[in-house]
Nanobody
Framework: DVQLQASGGGLVQAGGSARLSCQASGLTFVDYNIGWFRQAPGKEREGVGCISISDGTTYIPDSVKDRFTLSRDIGRSTAYLQMNNLKPEDTAVYYC?????WGQGTLVTVSS
């Protein structure tokens, strides 16, 4: 079975950093792109980036591109979302996705 295990969430102070991990299993990791999404309470899910596992090409929307970066470790079948200078409005459940498959989400709470 394909599984995406997201981790790394928690409570962070405003201005701090967090690194989320998305470990994949049950698939050929390099054949996929990994997308990152978030959903804040009462809001729609929004995309915060996507990485091509095969060549590392990334797309990050303008709304977060000066603070968020994406990377991957092919040997560990893991993608990472590095978030810096976090703001209270970044508080959300963060998910990773391969198109058909979603991770379970990890909560990031940014305190002011």
């Amino acid at each position: 079975d394909v599984q995406l295990q997201a981790s790394g969430g928690g409570l962070v102070q405003a201005g701090g950093s967090a690194r989320l991990s998305c470990q994949a299993s049950g698939l050929t990791f390099v054949d996929y792109n990994i997308g990152w999404f978030r959903q804040a309470p009462g809001k729609e899910r929004e995309g915060v980036g996507c990485i091509s596992i095969s060549d590392g090409t990334t797309y990050i929307p303008d709304s977060v591109k000066d603070r968020f970066t994406l990377s991957r470790d092919i040997g560990r079948s893991t993608a990472y979302l590095q978030m810096n200078n976090l703001k209270p409005e970044d508080t959300a459940v963060y998910y990773c996705n391969t198109g058909l498959y979603w991770g379970q989400g990890t909560l990031v709470t940014v305190s002011s």
